[in-house]
């Protein structure tokens, strides 16, 4: 007999199986995992597809104007028979999009019901998702010049992080066409230094790199905006950054996943000389 699913928006009795199921998924959706974690029913959204006997065989996350769908790993006979999200085209109508991201093949589900519905895509990008559960190759704690200091920054270090931060964005994160918000960035960058989960690197004084921690899942950390300036690249800074930020974390025995652009072949490096493993392809697309 044919099952058939269908999209339900989440209630308070469903929070424990969601959990369950994104456990199971961790290691493809640390983002996800960490919305859910943080979720707020009063800003986010999160809709289910349930079978007729009740279970949950995938998930679509809201939060902000970003979407984050959880699909891979299903049957195939399942995926065959997920339904169009239909319920977003009226949900569009009030909120805008700014973008999806997840795992490539769960993205270009996602890309092609907005694109029926009308949405344009401004900008996609194609990433690789790595993992490391295991501490990093010693010889990352030799990289850099010898004048290099890592340190935890304060807020007292902003002016300088924001600078930084600001590079980060508009090297990694703007869409093509976006008006860069020094003003957000700010805040953002200063919310992060708050959250304490963040490295910087200084040499004589100023700060030239950092790294911090953009998701935390059930057992695992997910850490990005890595940027060190350009007049000081090809000196292994990102490497050392890397190496010492995540070795607290693994002696936790957390695990630590990243995405790297695919173009980025100089990063890519980086991370594979440390341990980092590719895992699967990763996409975020823009609208």
């Not at 092609?112 to 704690?141: F, H, R, S, W």
């Not at 959250?195 to 950092?210: D, E, F, M, S, Y």
């Not at 997910?222 to 070795?247: C, K, N, S, W």
Request: charged residues 25%; hydrophobic residues 40%.
């Amino acid at each position: 007999m044919t099952e058939y699913y269908s999209w339900r928006k989440m209630k308070n009795l469903n929070i424990s199986r969601v959990e369950q199921m994104l456990r199971v998924k961790e290691r493809d959706c640390v983002t996800a995992c960490g919305r859910f974690l943080s979720y707020d029913p009063l800003k986010d959204n999160l809709w289910l597809l349930n079978g007729k006997n009740g279970e949950h065989s995938a998930l679509l996350i809201n939060s902000r104007s970003a979407f984050i769908p959880v699909l891979s790993g299903n049957d195939p006979d399942v995926k065959r028979q997920i339904p169009q999200p239909v319920f977003l085209k009226k949900f569009l109508l009030k909120r805008k999009i700014h973008s999806v991201q997840g795992i490539k093949e769960d993205v270009l589900f996602l890309e092609n019901e907005l694109e029926k519905m009308g949405a344009k895509t401004a900008e996609i990008v194609d990433y690789e998702l790595m993992e490391l559960d295991k501490q990093p190759d010693d010889k990352g704690y030799l990289s850099g010049p010898p004048n290099l200091v890592m340190r935890t920054p304060k807020l007292t270090d902003l002016d300088e992080l924001a600078v930084l931060h600001a590079g980060y964005e508009k090297e990694e994160v703007l869409p093509k066409g976006s008006v860069f918000s020094p003003a957000a960035s700010r805040v953002k960058i200063a919310n992060i230094i708050a959250g304490g989960q963040i490295l910087a690197a200084q040499i004589c004084g100023r700060l030239v790199g950092k790294i911090n921690v953009n998701a935390v899942s059930f057992t695992r950390y997910q850490i990005g905006g890595v940027y060190v300036h350009p007049d000081f690249r090809g000196l292994g800074i990102a490497r050392r950054m890397t190496a010492e930020f995540i070795t607290s974390f693994i002696a936790e025995g957390r695990g630590i996943t990243l995405f790297v652009r695919k173009s980025n072949a100089a990063a890519r490096r980086v991370y594979a000389s440390l341990g980092f493993s590719p895992r699967r392809d990763y996409r975020i697309t823009y609208y």
